[in-house]
């Protein structure tokens, strides 16, 4: 007789939807994925991503079994072993490493592969191991970082609108979000705005798939739309629209904010991004007359020199038009922060002893090669591909190849980074463990049942990091926590979001709207900065070394002459259709639909360089270089503007990719990554030609 069953589940991929599906069990496997037609927001559709997630999950090269290096590292070649001896092997390791350089020396590398508050990256999953051993703090750089300092300091949160709001709104800024490739479930609350006639605008160095589907696209060169948001204010003011009532009840520092928004006039703002006055003036007059106004700020909009100004400026655009008073007026950059779950109870930073050095993300070839005080000895990576997905490549595959040092890779694929491993450990996927989500693009919850059993001998995270503490001898009792009292201990807040959410009910129920009523006014007591007001004026932003009053932080490297006069394009590299970060990366159908690297170029860079629509190009600068086949396209950048997008495993692309190029230097908030603000030149590939690892 058939088994069949529905187990309610839900997406940990790094993506603001956080979709809810459910998997149908038939005999004990999973036989079919779809989204759950019960929840507000998925309503039965996943991504073309995950929509092939079981494919994936049961692929052939999946990683079964313990395994250590055999051969050089970087060879990615391995033999299998017992769980058993891996962990003694590593325990050893890290046991000596902190008796002879403190626990310092150990660096856990964590990304954003899986967002679970349990198995991944939200609920800092290891956190009570790393603690009890004094590790160094990993400072998650990569992603928002700068755009979410930016946001507090105008408005002391990282919070703005709940997205579905936006079908309220009569003007929608789609600034540097790519909607239908990244949160395609934002459509249907745009499209429900455009019905009702609201005007779409995306603006976008790229003319990307959701540009094709606005109203209006407006390109900006990358790194200026600080400048932009300026220039657009600037017509306001000459419009008399601001909105003077909101400004005098409930924002601070507006004299001093108008007067630097008269420095911005449109001809200047013009030559800043190399816009038309006219573009300018026209989306301005629209900006002063529409109301309720919403933007969405997408996450490549902050990764250059001056990206957490931009996330700030935009906080406080929609404060001078007063459309944060308005139901789906307002800016929408994360929701993460509406979630009141106890991270503290699962990340317990009381079982660290003492304080310890902080390592960024995006400095991980830096710290590798060149801190010493402790130097990083023991390098643990989980939910991350750094070797792939972060900037200066070159210097961290150089850096991996360190002979003393220990590094240990929990993945489920045989990753670019799994190749430099010393030890590599199985993990679980989505449909084989316990776990708890939330989305940063909307206002829910979901509860993720193991729908299967794993494969092979395959573990989750949580359970990994309970055999270890016990390979090393650790006595503290919180380091054997299950998965459901991990899960008990986040969800038992008194926070009001979670108000009549328990977990006995959220397991039932499979996802819970968090206690917010639909269309709520995010700041309507007020904003939680020092004065209680929207800050165009920040005492804080002072205080760390910033301009105390919002304005424009220039791109680096367009702005350095030298550069520009060497590598004159700035390249872009944003989100694919068909990865998610290098998620998806080895699957061969969606590897297949995604085709080979690509550079786009307009035809007044292609011409005067060789390049022809089909060839081969080298794109280099002093970091390293890069080959992608040219497509020559007027219409989907613009002039000066290379396109390509991220995600490609360079085992599988020839050997360098796209972040071979990026220098691993800091924004100005956060220390955020700077991958949007890089100067290159681009060549043809003369036939025979070999481009180097």
């Excluded at 930016?150 to 579905?164: H, N, Q, V």
């Excluded at 404060?319 to 509406?338: H, K, M, N, Q």
């Excluded at 926070?495 to 006995?504: K, Q, R, V």
């Excluded at 390293?624 to 290379?642: E, I, K, L, N, Q």
């Amino acid at each position: 007789m058939t088994d069949t069953r529905e187990v309610v589940g839900g997406c940990p991929l790094d993506c603001p939807d956080g979709c809810s599906w459910k998997v149908t069990v038939t005999d004990g496997k999973a036989v079919r994925l779809r989204g759950n037609p019960d929840h507000p927001y998925t309503r039965g559709t996943l991504c073309v991503k995950v929509n092939q997630y079981l494919d994936h999950v049961a692929s052939p090269n999946r990683l079964l079994y313990p395994m250590r290096r055999t051969g050089p590292k970087g060879s990615g070649r391995f033999t299998r072993i017992g769980w058993d001896e891996a962990l003694s092997e590593i325990a050893d390791q890290l046991n000596r490493i902190v008796r002879e350089s403190g626990g310092e020396a150990i660096w856990p590398y964590q990304g954003t592969g899986n967002l679970g508050f349990l198995q991944g990256l939200q609920g800092r999953a290891g956190a009570r191991l790393w603690h009890v051993l004094g590790a160094s703090r990993h400072n998650m750089t990569i992603c928002s970082i700068a755009g979410l300092h930016g946001t507090t300091y105008a408005t002391g949160t990282s919070r703005g609108i709940d997205p579905e709001s936006m079908a309220h709104a009569r003007l929608i800024l789609l600034w540097g979000a790519n909607t239908l490739t990244t949160s395609h479930h934002l459509w249907r609350f745009i499209d429900q705005a455009r019905r009702a006639g609201a005007h779409v605008v995306v603006i976008d160095p790229v003319r990307t798939r959701t540009a094709r589907q606005a109203d209006e696209h407006i390109a900006p060169l990358p790194g200026t739309d600080a400048a932009l948001a300026l220039g657009l204010l600037h017509v306001v003011l000459a419009e008399g629209a601001e909105d003077h009532d909101y400004l005098e009840r409930h924002t601070l520092g507006w004299p001093a904010f108008r007067d630097r928004i008269l420095e911005y006039p449109p001809d200047r703002v013009a030559g800043i991004t190399g816009l038309t006055e006219e573009q300018i003036v026209t989306l301005g007059r629209r900006l002063a007359h529409t109301r309720p106004t919403a933007i969405r700020a997408g996450i490549g909009v902050q990764r250059h020199a001056g990206g957490g100004e931009v996330l700030r400026m935009l906080a406080c655009l929609v404060g001078v038009t007063g459309d944060w008073r308005y139901p789906g007026g307002g800016l929408a950059f994360s929701t993460d922060g509406y979630f009141g779950g106890d991270r503290d109870a699962l990340a317990r930073p009381d079982l660290l002893t003492r304080p310890v050095r902080s390592l960024s993300m995006t400095r991980l070839a830096e710290t590798l090669l060149d801190v010493d005080d402790p130097p990083v000895r023991a390098l643990v990576v989980y939910g991350s591909n750094p070797v792939a997905s972060a900037p200066d490549q070159n210097r961290i595959r150089r850096a991996l190849t360190r002979p003393d040092l220990f590094t240990v890779v929990v993945d489920h694929f045989p990753t670019d980074t799994v190749d430099y491993a010393d030890i590599v450990l199985p993990a679980t996927m989505q449909t084989e463990h316990l776990d708890v989500l939330d989305g940063y693009g909307h206002m829910y919850i979901t509860w993720n049942e193991p729908a299967v059993p794993p494969p092979g001998e395959c573990l989750s995270t949580t359970e990994t990091f309970r055999r270890l503490a016990r390979h090393l001898g650790l006595t503290e009792p919180s380091l054997y926590d299950s998965d459901e009292e991990l899960a008990g201990q986040l969800l038992a807040s008194d926070d009001p979001s979670l108000a009549g959410i328990s977990m006995e009910r959220l397991r039932t129920e499979g996802w819970a709207r968090l206690n917010y009523e639909p269309a709520f006014l995010p700041f309507a007591d007020g904003f939680p900065t020092p004065s209680g007001r929207l800050e165009f004026y920040s005492e804080r932003a002072a205080a760390d070394g910033l301009d105390p009053l919002v304005g424009y932080v220039p791109p680096k490297e367009p702005n350095d002459p030298d550069l520009s006069r060497r590598f004159p394009l700035t390249l872009i590299a944003g989100a694919g259709h068909f990865f998610i970060n290098t998620v998806f990366g080895n699957k061969p159908e969606l590897v297949r639909r995604a085709g080979e690297p690509r550079i786009v170029l307009h035809p007044d860079d292609a011409g005067p360089r060789g390049l022809v629509d089909g060839g081969q190009a080298r794109i280099f600068n002093d970091r390293g270089a890069f080959t992608a086949r040219v497509s020559v396209d007027a219409d989907h950048v613009r002039p000066g503007v290379a396109a390509t997008t991220k995600g490609y495993w360079l085992k599988l692309t020839g050997g360098a990719g796209v972040n071979a190029t990026v220098d691993e230097r800091e924004s100005d908030m956060g220390g955020g990554a700077v991958f949007h603000d890089n100067r290159v030149q681009i060549e043809p590939v003369v036939p025979g030609d070999v481009e180097p690892s």
